[in-house]
C-alpha cells in the first residue's frame, strides 16, 4: 500500500505558473503508474495528466496539453505537475493518485490511492 501527500497549490494570478509535488510513502513509488486528476466546485473529478511506473511514458488531457508537465523522481518518491499559464478555469482542487496495475488510466475508478488534495486558485 502506498500513501500520498499533495504540495505546492496555492493562490496564483492568471498566467502564473505552479508546480505541484506528490510525495509517496510505503512501497516504493516506482511500482505504481500515477496521475493527477482534478475537480473544480460542482464539478466532477476530471482526469489530468498520468505517468508510467518508469516515467517514459506520459498522457496529459487536452485541455492541458501544452501548459501542464507531469513528471516523476522515482529515486525520491516524488511525482510532479508543472503548469503553466494558469488561467482562472484551472481553479480546483487537484489529487495525486496510484495505481498498481501496468498501463496509464484515465478513469478515476482505476486508481485505488489517493492523496488528500492540494487547492489551487486562479484569480483574473
Known amino acids: 500500500q502506498v500513501q500520498l501527500v499533495e504540495s505546492g497549490g496555492g493562490l496564483v494570478q492568471a498566467g502564473a505558473s505552479l508546480r505541484l509535488s506528490c510525495a509517496a510513502s510505503g512501497r516504493t513509488s516506482s511500482n505504481y503508474a500515477m496521475a493527477w486528476f482534478r475537480q473544480a466546485p460542482g464539478k466532477e473529478r476530471e482526469f489530468v495528466a498520468a505517468?508510467?511506473?518508469?516515467?517514459?511514458?506520459?498522457c496529459n488531457a487536452d485541455s492541458v496539453k501544452g501548459r501542464f508537465t507531469i513528471s516523476r523522481d522515482n529515486a525520491e518518491n516524488t511525482v510532479y505537475l508543472r503548469m503553466n499559464r494558469l488561467p482562472p478555469e484551472d481553479t480546483a482542487v487537484y489529487y495525486c493518485?496510484?495505481?498498481?496495475?501496468?498501463?496509464?488510466?484515465?478513469?478515476?475508478?482505476?486508481?485505488?490511492?489517493w492523496g488528500q488534495g492540494t487547492q489551487v486558485t486562479v484569480s483574473s
Open positions: 493518485a496510484a495505481r498498481s496495475r501496468l498501463g496509464l488510466g484515465l478513469q478515476d475508478h482505476e486508481y485505488a490511492y
Open positions: 505517468i508510467a511506473r518508469s516515467g517514459a511514458y506520459t
